[in-house]
């Protein structure tokens, strides 16, 4: 007698393709054997593109059912008003420098780790003992007081930027920058520490009153505290990295620093400054893509360019003026390097340059 169990025979419902599955698109890869869902820039796409394109979602592209997140007031997303731009395509923007979070690590670690190498030498050598007394007090009060001017930047215009900007792309752009200069605000304030240690009667608290009370820097302080309440996304963008860096930082940081530190003796503080320089031009190479890219909109190049030529006749006096009121820092230095006529003029001209490439017109203040 069998004791098996008669097999059963189970009615199992047959698989039908309607093309609503996920894979039946087809993409400008379907047919490699290297999917990509996006047409990269170059023949294969690069870490930059893969990490980044598409990361953040857009009804625009994938989400068919709208955005899935939004606001007690009923803003949902990220909406295109949140700036007076306009794109065809906003998803046409990747950063020329190709940043995204592993590049903000790698790069801002070898720059902290540079810095601190130039410092150790610079203690080393005694070369802070060999500074000009003049410029001691100069770097206590107005190198020192950049701090102020990155952290403020960093945190409360970058910041908010980069979480209102519609694309992943530009979201990690201005992030990027806004860890940079965070980084270099930290960096000068370090730095002001080891001076403290290093240099009789340096006070490292006299940023702190430049900053707040002295006529100098108050004009610039009010630019950049202006530009911390800017709601518009790319206004506060173009109006930092197009005007203000030209006009102001740029003229401080480079025409100033860098070119008077070395007859004071000081051949450190030229090293941090020079860092924040390169950050600055990173930033500024994405500017020009992004507003570059906007410019030339096909549907909305021409309305585009009026809207950020207002933005320049709105922030170019503001930015000029505050420029040529640090005039008196180029005084305050014993040994004179360099007139602060011909910095201002250096200055204002790479700030036309920069605009002849987005096809503005330079402002007269400048």
């Known amino acids: ?29 379907s047919m490699s054997r290297r999917f990509n869902y996006f047409t990269p820039a170059k023949r294969r796409a690069s870490v930059y593109e893969d990490v980044t394109i598409d990361v ?26 949140w700036t007076a731009l306009k794109s065809g395509n906003w998803h046409l923007f990747l950063d020329p420098n190709e940043e995204w979070e592993q590049t903000i690590y790698r790069n801002n670690a070898n720059v902290v780790r540079q810095i601190q190498q130039n410092i150790e030498n610079a203690k080393a050598a005694r070369s802070f003992q060999g500074w000009n007394r003049a410029w ?35 979201n990690n752009a201005l992030a990027v920058g806004a860890v940079h200069k965070l980084r270099f605000a930290q960096d000068i304030i370090l730095y002001n520490l080891v001076l403290t240690d290093e240099i009789e009667g340096f006070d490292g608290r006299a940023h702190i009153a ?12 009010k630019v950049v ?12 963008f173009f109006a930092t990295a197009v005007v203000f860096e030209p006009l102001v930082g740029e003229l401080f940081r480079s025409e100033f620093v860098m070119q008077v530190a070395a007859l004071q003796g000081d051949f450190a503080t030229p090293t941090l400054f020079g860092a924040g320089e390169s950050d600055v031009s990173r930033e500024q190479r994405g500017a020009r893509a992004l507003f570059g890219m906007l410019a030339e909109d096909d549907e909305h190049g021409s309305a585009n360019r009026a809207t950020m030529q207002g933005w320049l006749e709105k922030w170019t006096p503001r930015c000029a003026e ?21 910095s201002y003029e250096h200055a204002s001209r790479r700030f036309g340059d920069f605009l002849s490439e987005l096809g503005l017109e330079t402002p007269k203040e400048a």
Do not use: C
């Open 225 to 236: 505290e202006e530009l911390t309440a800017t709601r518009d996304w790319a206004e506060a």
């Open 1 to 29: 007698m069998s004791t098996e169990t008669p097999q059963q025979t189970r009615s199992v419902p047959k698989p039908v393709f309607t093309d609503a599955e996920a894979g039946a698109k087809e993409f400008p890869s």
């Open 136 to 170: 001691v007090g100069v770097v206590a009060k107005h190198v020192s007081a950049w701090a102020h001017v990155e952290h403020g930047l960093g945190m409360h215009v970058y910041t908010p930027a980069q979480r209102d900007a519609p694309t992943n792309m530009i």
């Open 210 to 221: 430049t900053w707040q009370d002295d006529p100098i820097w108050q004009p610039t302080r």
């Open 322 to 342: 505050a420029g040529r009121q640090l005039q008196p820092i180029w005084s305050q230095v014993s040994e004179k390097a360099v007139r602060f006529e011909d």
């Open 56 to 81: 953040q979602p857009d009804p625009a592209r994938h989400l068919t059912q709208g955005w899935i997140y939004g606001f007690a007031d009923g803003t949902r997303g990220y909406p295109r008003e």
